[in-house]
């Protein structure tokens, strides 16, 4: 069964969710000369999705949620693996932080300003 998107093949070995020949191919697109262990990449491969959906998993739970949800998934990856999720939209999951500058730094600012205004008008 292969999906429209390509990846899914399980034909090959029905417990793995991506095929040998597929590994193949993404490892010649990245190197033509290159031929690696696809069982090793598999085995790889397969961890990764269940760490990845464990994970998940358990943010969905600290939500109190029964349902995975993309954002999920998606927190996990940006987060631990910086790896982007391309058509969801992350501003919703980033926490938005405020920069609070100190009312004293500000009024250093302004003494700065104020000052090289003052040597600008008496240099000219």
């Known amino acids: 069964m292969t999906s429209p998107g390509g990846g899914l093949d399980m034909t090959e070995n029905p417990s793995s969710l991506i095929s040998k020949r597929k590994i193949q191919e993404m490892v010649a697109q990245i190197d033509p000369s290159e031929r690696l262990e696809p ?11 269940e760490s990845v959906t464990q994970f998940a998993c358990r943010l969905a739970t600290h939500r109190k949620s029964s349902t995975l949800e993309v954002k999920d998934v998606q927190l996990h990856l940006e987060r631990n693996w ?13 926490s938005v932080r405020k920069s609070t500058v100190p009312s004293s730094h500000t009024q250093k600012l302004t003494a700065v300003n104020n000052a090289k205004a003052a040597i600008s008008t008496t240099t000219k």
């Open 39 to 49: 069982e090793i990449l598999l085995e790889l491969a397969d961890e990764f999705i």
């Open 82 to 94: 910086n790896i982007r999720i391309p058509g969801f939209a992350s501003e919703e999951i980033r």
